[in-house]
T-cell receptor, first 115, second 118 residues
Framework: DQQVKQNSPSLSVQEGRISILNCDYTNSMFDYFLWYKKYPAEGPTFLIS?????DKNEDGRFTVFLNKSAKHLSLHIVPSQPGDSAVYFC??????????????FGKGTLLTVNP | GAGVSQSPSNKVTEKGKDVELRCDPISGHTALYWYRQSLGQGLEFLIY????????KSGLPSDRFSAERTGGSVSTLTIQRTQQEDSAVYLC????????????????FGAGSRLTVL
């Protein structure tokens, strides 16, 4: 039972264009969402997050949008750079039962940015 | 240290053997987590330690798995009688606290220990 779904295993974009990575969730108790980026042979690194009280959070080239009614979030990278090529994981947490430390991850999307 | 250190980085073992994976979290981080990533899957929560509180072991897949954290710092994940389905990358992470994972309190992951059970 996947509570966080990233339906696109891979995405390929041209350098300079926009990359849009999508994530859907099913658990309505989730109230905090994060994106992690992972290079091969390294651990995931935190990229950007958003609380359920917001619908948008921006950090430089990275913007995360949250649509609570659709239980959908997306990560936009503009402009995309070859160094952005990595696996991107969507993750969610909720305060159900007081435990907001447990992250539920999607399977990841491999982004390839072509020069 | 500057980051989360895990050892070994790679471990190949035979089915039925026991393995120990070690994690050295960032100094001062009171919360420590173990996740694992099986091939083609997302990260799966295994266990959570916070200070001196009882750990949350709800993610451990079977009683062959155990973990301890000594002195509030280093943690060891032990898998007894390994099976082929235990093959995965085991990731350790730490954070300042386990509450409100935002701002300066995000999870910092180690590079992982890749376990292969033959």
């Amino acid at each position: 039972d996947q509570q966080v779904k990233q339906n696109s295993p891979s995405l390929s974009v041209q350098e300079g264009r926009i990359s849009i990575l999508n994530c859907d969730y099913t658990n309505s108790m989730f109230d905090y969402f994060l994106w992690y980026k992972k290079y091969p042979a390294e651990g995931p690194t935190f990229l950007i997050s958003i609380s359920s009280i917001k619908d948008k959070n921006e950090d430089g080239r990275f913007t995360v949008f949250l649509n609570k009614s659709a239980k959908h979030l997306s990560l936009h990278i503009v402009p995309s750079q070859p160094g952005d090529s990595a696996v991107y994981f969507c993750a969610a947490s909720g305060k159900s039962g007081g435990s907001n430390y447990k992250l539920t991850f999607g399977k990841g999307t491999l982004l390839t940015v072509n020069p | 240290g500057a980051g989360v250190s895990q050892s070994p980085s790679n471990k190949v073992t035979e089915k039925g053997k026991d393995v120990e994976l070690r994690c050295d979290p960032i100094s001062g981080h009171t919360a420590l987590y173990w996740y694992r990533q099986s091939l083609g899957q997302g990260l799966e929560f295994l266990i959570y330690f916070q200070g001196n509180s009882a750990p949350d072991k709800s993610g451990l897949p079977s009683d062959r798995f155990s973990a301890e954290r000594t002195g509030g710092s280093v943690s060891t994940l032990t898998i007894q009688r390994t099976q082929q389905e235990d093959s995965a990358v085991y990731l350790c992470a730490s954070s300042l606290t386990g509450n409100n994972l935002s701002g300066a309190n995000v999870l910092t992951f180690g590079a992982g220990s890749r376990l292969t059970v033959l």
